[in-house]
């Protein structure tokens, strides 16, 4: 397993080089001149000269990757074009805010997912299956702004449960901090949830006609241990994949949901940082959301060895 | 007298198709003695495995029911046990094994702790104990170094170790009695020899009465005290297997015999049963077998066969049987 898990661990190497490459060519893709674009459009031929200099844009593409890449592994990422905001600050700053809320929106998915999912393979043809089957149409078809709208409408302005936007630090109270979540995050989380029903109760509808299943029943475990340890653990791998590309659309979700729910995010800042076209930050993020990616891969290939034995030895 | 170990009287299993409940299992009945060894032998669609997993109470609940008959195991009614009790009795008073020492057991475990899981499931006991003991059971059934190797997975254990395997975990809690599907079947012909001397000799250590099914007689021969011949969801003949072997007193006996390979005679083609076994809920009227049978007559056509008591004991579903003399193997 440690063997495993290092050459995985440095399988990501040339991975991360390939994005920094394809996140700085990120500037040279922007169409017309970034010096033009960061001097202002008022802006002397002096002016933009300076600037130029200043960027090092008069230097040779592969000098100025290797400045680039140089500084992000010292975590320094640059400044903001227009607050001089270190980039790398303002991810700190709104890291923790979409952390809580994919954190939260994944845990109610799976609160929903894994009951629903085994039901589901449980009384396959039946109606809680069918019910299940049902949630998860819909759940994948709702666009998450609307069920935000909704939730907002009903559980913030009609019946004021949970509050309709704004975020609470955690150090202000974790239960305030938890009750801004709960909306936001089953915004977030139900499409989430939907698409796990779905991979789990086929998953788990397979395992349980395994022969294995069989043994385990002949020698008497009880259909609570045949189901949640042998069933589950054997179900879980094409489950944990999809665990593993949601947390991309979580990612990719929480810039609409931030900005429904007013919450200070990572999408909160991407969307203003496109706008401005403040590329420095644009990077900034685009890595970042990149390394998360990552590392969520590395803990579902991590965890391929741990459910399934013979992926180590691969 | 008190009553055999295992009791099966009358058993009548039907099965959910896409044309209602068809009869699978018509009036099946035999027994097993304490640490007796008994054969369940026919084709594939004999009932055999139908039989072995109705004894286990292992049937799919959804598309399978016991319509008529009952299963007692030392005395007690299993046929509408409740499912917890029945669970309870799985593994612990009786057991089985599988044909596919492949893919019968999980791949995401180490093989101590799936041992030690049905352990503690009836034995209760620390996690230690019950490791210890799958420990002494891997060793049992000649695993060599079995400390370490209950440590790997089951994909690190080739077919014939992974066999021993299901053997020592249906041996864990010394049921009373196990059932053994076809268990050499998938294996080399070596191995099959190993595992069919490491069941005897289980057998005779823990006093376990063994159902062996199995679709191939040489193997019965080798192995068993007594067999029960099914065809078509019937028992058509039960007899000791010596008896068996040199007076078979039902056709369908004879034709498996015949069936088997000889050594002795190598020239010519092997023999065969002509046509195949008829599919549940179209079965011909009259004996089962008379389509395929070389010595029918017309009142087999027509005429319901009942299961004959024989002068020397045990029972053949033939009209002719009291004017038949049928070959016997060499």
Redesign the interface.
């Given at each position: 397993m440690l063997r495993y898990t290092v050459r995985r661990v440095l399988m990501m190497v040339p991975l991360l080089v390939l994005v920094s490459l394809g996140v700085f060519a990120l500037v040279l893709m922007i169409p017309g001149d970034p010096a033009i674009t960061i001097a202002g459009e008022n802006a002397t031929e002096a002016q933009i000269d300076a600037t130029r200099e200043r960027l090092g844009l008069n230097d040779p593409v592969l000098v100025q990757y290797a400045a680039w890449a140089g500084h992000a592994l010292t975590g320094d990422l640059g400044s903001s074009l227009f607050s001089n905001e270190s980039v790398t600050g303002a991810i700190a700053g709104r890291f923790p805010v979409t952390l809580a809320l994919t954190l939260a929106a994944m845990l109610i998915a799976l609160l929903i997912a894994v009951p629903a999912g085994v039901v589901a393979a449980l009384r396959r043809g039946r109606w809680q299956d069918r019910g299940a089957t049902l949630f998860a149409s819909v759940g994948i078809s709702l666009p998450n702004f609307w069920v935000g709208i909704l939730l907002i409408m009903a559980f913030a302005l009609a019946f004021p449960i949970f509050p309709a936007v704004g975020y609470t630090p955690i150090s202000e109270g974790v239960g305030a901090w938890a009750r801004g979540l709960v909306l936001p995050g089953i915004t977030l989380g139900t499409a989430v949830a939907a698409e796990i029903t779905r991979q789990l109760r086929g998953s788990l509808t397979d395992t349980l006609q395994q022969d294995f299943i069989r043994t385990a029943r002949a020698n008497g475990l009880s259909a609570r241990a045949v189901v949640l340890r042998h069933g589950l653990k054997n179900a879980a791998v094409p489950v944990v994949t999809v665990i593993g590309f949601q947390v991309g659309f979580l990612l990719g979700g929480s810039v609409i949901v931030e900005r429904v729910f007013g919450l200070p995010g990572l999408g909160d800042l991407a969307i203003r940082a496109v706008l401005q076209r403040d590329i420095p930050m644009i990077q900034g993020i685009v890595v970042v959301a990149a390394l998360i990616v990552m590392l969520v891969n590395l803990a579902v290939d991590l965890s391929y060895g741990w459910l399934n034995p013979k992926v180590r030895q691969a | 007298m008190t009553e055999p170990l295992l009791v099966v009287e009358g058993l009548e299993v039907e099965f959910a198709t896409d044309r209602g409940w068809v009869q699978v299992l018509d009036g099946v009945s035999f027994t097993v003695g304490r640490g007796e060894t008994v054969g369940l032998v026919g084709e594939s669609g004999s009932g055999k495995t139908v039989t072995s997993l109705a004894v286990?109470g292992?049937l799919p609940a959804e598309s399978s029911r016991i319509t008529a008959g009952s299963i007692r195991l030392d005395g007690r009614e299993l046929v509408g046990l409740p499912?917890?009790r029945m669970?309870?009795?799985?593994?612990?008073e009786l057991?089985?094994i599988?044909q596919?020492p492949m893919?019968?057991?999980?791949?995401?475990?180490r093989v101590g702790d799936q041992i030690a899981?049905?352990v503690r499931?009836?034995r209760g006991g620390s996690k230690r104990a019950a490791w210890a003991r799958a420990v002494e059971v891997l060793s049992t059934v000649g695993i060599p170094h079995a400390e370490r190797r209950a440590r790997s997975?089951p994909?690190e254990f080739s077919g014939g170790m992974r066999q021993r395997v299901?053997i020592a975990?249906?041996l864990s809690c010394e049921p009373k009695l196990v059932i053994a599907d076809e268990p050499t079947t998938a294996l080399d012909v070596t191995i099959q020899a190993q595992v069919l001397d490491l069941l005897r000799a289980m057998r005779d250590e823990f006093g376990t009465a063994v159902v062996f099914v199995t679709h191939d007689l040489g193997v019965v021969a080798d192995i068993c005290d007594r067999a029960v011949v099914m065809y078509a969801g019937q028992v058509v003949e039960r007899a000791g297997v010596d008896a068996l072997y040199e007076h078979p007193r039902h056709p369908y006996t004879e034709a498996l015999l015949s069936a088997m390979p000889q050594l002795t005679a190598r020239s010519g083609r092997l023999a065969t049963i002509p046509g195949s076994t008829p599919p549940a809920g179209a079965m011909p009227p009259g004996c089962r077998f008379h389509p395929r049978c070389g010595h029918g007559v017309d009142a087999c056509r027509d005429t319901a066969v009942a299961e004959h008591p024989l002068a020397e004991g045990g029972t053949s579903r033939c009209l002719r049987v009291s004017d038949l003399a049928l070959k016997g193997s060499a």
């Open positions: - | 286990l292992l499912r917890r669970e309870a009795l799985r593994g612990d057991s089985m599988f596919e893919t019968s057991l999980d791949p995401a475990f899981e049905v499931r009836h997975y994909h299901m975990m249906a």
